[in-house]
């Protein structure tokens, strides 16, 4: 601190000159000083306004993320739940076509032993046996006859590779008897 007293009691020109300058140069370091604390306090104050800016733009894109995150939730539960309703369905499905199968095999089992008993009281186990086999289960209605026929013989015509011109001579037989009724 600057003693006031001391200063008035030295008559010196020159020392009043040197404070002078001192006083000066001290008033400008100091402005100069209050200058930088103040444009520093300015960017602090914009740096605190970024962030609170920062801050809502972060909170909004976290709101964001969640209500999608909750909505890719939401779906891929239901998506588990149709998943889970299509594998129902399609082990229902096995299931029933694998009864399906056993009652067919069990049916044809059965019929064989009959057309091999048939044979062993008549002689032969001809092939009109089987066409009769190959078209059970076909009513009357011409199309489904006509599919079946056309789908065996496809089958055991001469010409295939493992075809048979009796089995053909007998499904053709069949259809025609079927056909007419």
Request: aromatic content about 8%; proline content about 1%; charged content about 45%.
């Amino acid at each position: 601190m600057i003693d006031w007293e001391e200063i008035e009691e030295q008559d010196s020109i020159e020392e009043l000159k040197k404070l002078k300058v001192f006083l000066f140069q001290e008033n400008m370091r100091i402005s100069q000083e209050k200058k930088r604390l103040d444009e520093e306090r300015a960017r602090i104050v914009k740096l605190q306004d970024d962030f609170l800016k920062d801050r809502v733009v972060l909170r909004d894109e976290l709101d964001e993320l969640n209500r999608r995150t909750l909505a890719e939730r939401k779906r891929l539960k239901e998506e588990n739940l149709f998943f889970n309703k299509k594998m129902e369905i399609l082990t229902e499905g096995f299931r029933s076509l694998e009864e399906d199968r056993r009652k067919f095999e069990r049916e044809k089992k059965a019929y064989l032993e009959r057309v091999a008993s048939a044979a062993e009281s008549s002689g032969d186990a001809d092939a009109s046996n089987v066409a009769e086999f190959l078209f059970r289960n076909i009513g009357a209605n011409s199309l489904g006859l006509r599919k079946r026929y056309k789908d065996l013989l496809k089958i055991f015509h001469p010409d295939n590779l493992f075809g048979d011109l009796e089995l053909a001579q007998a499904l053709t037989k069949e259809f025609q008897k079927r056909r007419d009724n």
